[in-house]
């Protein structure tokens, strides 16, 4: 089992949609929680990072953690061709170290 | 945040040269990481640069082929040893700044093509 999980997509949403986008994690000692964003070419762009359980909202983008099922999601509302991108989750394990998952590649259709 | 600038931004190198890549932070940082990245892969954490003390490897990665150093608070170095193309990636640079959270930044990478 990988430490971080997401599918890989592509995830395709109509423009103005809500997209949702998922992680699971094996670590139960995890205590952050990261998502970054990651356009082609370009180094990844930290974009929201929760500790909490619950939702934190920046924006229209809203993470949210669920510590005892072990998934934390980002939800971008009103989606825009500029969130095309691929979405790297990312947890702080209990080893001090950031654990990145594969991404998700995200496709806004006009 | 922090800003973290990486030189070069890009090289095509030949096999079995070395090439040195430069990572600079406009604030002292706690952490400083150097991670590749394949095309359409995640990223790959090689090694944690340690101030005034031999960097952390992961496993597969080792000292003699990726040496690093890292003199103070905010310049670290990467170099990619006798080089093949399988060494053809992207490096980055990335930083956690102080304060106890666990925030972490990348640098803009530096593109490797080893021919």
């Known amino acids: 089992q990988k430490e971080v999980e997401q599918n890989s997509g592509p995830l395709s949403v109509p423009e103005g949609a809500i997209a949702s986008l998922n992680c699971t994690y094996s670590d139960r000692g995890s205590q952050s929680f990261f998502w970054y964003r990651q356009y082609s070419g370009k180094s990844p762009e930290l974009i929201m990072f929760i500790y909490s359980n619950g939702d934190k909202e920046d924006g229209r983008f809203t993470a949210q953690l669920n510590k005892a099922s072990q998934y934390v999601s980002l939800l971008i509302r009103d989606s825009q061709p500029s969130d095309s991108a691929t979405y790297l989750c990312a947890v702080g394990s209990s080893a001090s170290k950031i654990i990145f998952g594969s991404g998700t590649r995200l496709s806004i259709r006009p | 945040s922090a800003v973290i600038s990486q030189k070069p931004s890009r090289d095509i190198c030949q096999r079995g040269t070395s090439l040195t890549i430069q990572c600079q932070v406009d604030?002292?940082?706690?952490?400083m990481f150097w991670y590749r990245q394949q095309p359409g892969q995640s990223l790959t954490l090689i090694a944690t640069?340690?101030?005034?003390?031999?960097?952390?490897?992961e496993s597969g990665f080792v000292i003699d082929k990726f040496p690093i150093s890292r003199p103070n608070l905010t310049f670290s170095t990467l170099t990619v040893s006798n080089m093949s193309p399988e060494d053809s990636s992207i490096y980055l640079c990335?930083?956690?700044?102080?304060?106890?959270?666990?925030?972490?930044?990348f640098g803009p990478g530096t593109r490797l093509t080893v021919t």
């Open positions: 640069a340690n101030q005034g003390s031999e960097a952390t490897y």
């Open positions: 604030s002292q940082v706690t952490m």
């Open positions: 990335s930083v956690v700044t102080s304060g106890g959270s666990w925030e972490q930044y």
